[in-house]
């Protein structure tokens, strides 16, 4: 072979062995940015969790209110009917 094909196959094998190591870089960083990722997807995850908790907490006591607004109407409705029955 000679010098010169030497020397071209020693340029290729250099410039791959750059880009690879660049490349192995590259998937560290995005390996990094992807477990900081994750991590902050469970972390809003678990915020979202205890929001929906809240939400449904905070619905049910309305829903409780609204039930005991609406017995109590309707108690003193009934009372007010036999009132106005009794002076009848």
Known sequence: ???RLLEQLEKKIDDTLETM???RLQLEELEQKNSTL???NRHLSTRHS???DGLHTLLNKLDDEH???TSSSTSEESFEQEEANALI
């Open 1 to 3: 072979m000679s010098s």
């Open 21 to 23: 190591q660049m490349l």
């Open 38 to 40: 994750e991590e902050e």
């Open 50 to 52: 205890q929001w929906e």
């Open 67 to 69: 039930q005991e607004s």
